[in-house]
């Protein structure tokens, strides 16, 4: 009797670890779902979720600036907003993506993500007019990429530098009223582009959703979301020196989760693991691809990135925007 007692407490406390738990302290919302030990290194179990802004309605692109402000996308709102770490929110650029008479209520018509870039400016990803944009520090807008080979690209979404200066950026079509079978798309594939040394090259061809987009500290793995229902995966690249891609295979496969939420925007810490936004939360991914656990704000999470002092995890969900503290610090941006 008291070896099976043994047995069934063994098996309740196995249970209990795989049970989402409240976020720790008297501000915190949302769950961490705890899967493993190591996740306790990186998010502690005194963590808590908080929201930092909300009202908003479909937020993306967050990214610290210098200033102490979080700048972020209102895809369907059509804006860029900033907010203070004491919730003081204020639109910087409207019409972010682009001017979009006639298109229906709820449709991604803004800007998605965004780059620190050099002296101070910021790279934008704009859907309506299917470009990337360079934003100064008075907030003008100039273009920066709009086509490949002569074709408008389909909706530029999230992007991220390479130690060398090169831009690495995803392409899907969601800007695109139709998406696939939009009569305005120009390009045959979904892909993932390289512009470095005035050159810019087509580097992946093969994906449906490429959404987002990171690299491992030591440059050698491109990770990218893919942000298809029919196949929700994580693909993981091996890149050479001169920046080539190449050796494409899953990291991580969600398609039969049913949690709201598909693969999308995307962070790096500096020991290599990896916070992916996902069904339900902020899945927390160690170098070799292990579910370590999951953070879960009350909304389903688009995308997330450093702030603060690099150990701050600020996450974009839907009508929110919210942070957490962890361990660890994030992967370092090439411009700050």
Partial sequence: MKALSVLLFSLFLAGCSRVPTPAAGTHGVGTILRLDPALDALVPRGAQIEKVAGGFQFTEGPLWR??????????????????????????????SGGTAPGAP???????????????????????TDRDIVRVDKDLHVTPYLEKFEGKRFNSPNDLVFRSDGALYFTDPPYGLLKQDDDPAK?????????????????????????????????????????????????????????GSVSNGRIFADVTAEKEDGLPDGMKVDSLGNVYGSGPGGIWVFSPEGKHLGTIKPPETPANCNWGDDGKTLYITARTGVYRIRLAVAGEKALYR
């Fill in 66 to 95: 210098p200033d102490g402000r979080l700048w972020f996308s209102d895809v369907v709102g059509n804006v860029v907003r900033s907010v203070t770490p004491s919730g003081q929110v204020e639109v910087l650029i409207r019409n």
């Fill in 105 to 127: 209520a709820g449709s991604f018509i803004g800007s998605n993500g965004m780059i620190a870039g050099p002296d101070g400016t910021v790279l934008l990803c704009r859907h």
């Fill in 186 to 242: 120009e390009l045959k594939s979904n892909g993932v582009f390289r512009y470095g040394g005035g050159k810019l090259q087509s580097v992946i061809q093969d994906l449906s959703r490429p959404n987002g987009i990171a690299f491992s500290p030591d440059q050698n793995v491109l990770y990218i979301a893919n942000s298809d229902e029919k196949h929700k995966v994580w693909m993981r690249y091996d890149v050479a020196a001169d």
